[in-house]
């Protein structure tokens, strides 16, 4: 069996392994907000807050874990023995990444959202300490999100900085 072959043959199998996998992950998780709607529906007086808060946290699971699926089959499908394979990776990641912080802009701003209703029955003296909690938290994330694309941007240009050279040497080797 030829080597191109045998590597087809494990990236297949590794493919379709993540493929089941995902797919397990996601039935229980369906299954699991199932039960927990169920049993909070049981329970009296649970306030509504509770019951979107759950229902975000179930849903923004369900959207990671569909984003994490897509990378981990676009890492499978890069042709790794190809000269471009670390630059399409690095733009799998940064789709993946983006799909994540497009997840996080949507819970902070349900977070703002819970924060403000949560501190409404505090005194009025303890309410800019959430706020100020709540914006610390969402600004730090801001600049981790900054600073992975900064990451990203530089990468790219290092990898193409790298064929280019990469590039030149053939060419001049060849003349």
Not at 11 to 37: E, H, P, R
Not at 164 to 169: N, P, Q, R, S, V
């Amino acid at each position: 069996m030829e080597a191109k072959e045998f590597t087809k043959q494990i990236v297949d199998f590794n493919k379709n392994a993540a493929k089941i996998s995902f797919d397990t992950i996601s039935a229980f998780s369906s299954q699991a907000a199932k039960l927990t709607n169920s049993l909070i529906d049981i329970v009296p007086n649970v306030p509504e807050e509770v019951k979107k808060t759950t229902d975000m946290v179930f849903k923004e699971q369900q959207k990671a874990l569909t984003n994490l699926e897509g990378y981990v089959q676009g890492q499978l499908d890069i042709d790794w023995t190809s000269d471009e394979a670390p630059s399409k990776s690095i733009d799998v990641l940064q789709k993946f990444s983006s799909q994540a912080f497009a997840q996080a802009e949507t819970i902070k701003k349900e977070s703002k959202q819970m924060a403000d209703k949560a501190t409404e029955q505090l005194p009025e003296e303890a309410k800019p300490l959430v706020t100020i909690w709540n914006d610390a938290i969402n600004n730090g994330f801001s600049l981790f999100q900054d600073s992975l694309n900064k990451s990203f941007d530089l990468s790219k240009e290092l990898l193409n900085k790298q064929a280019a050279a990469k590039a030149d040497t053939k060419a001049k080797a060849t003349k």
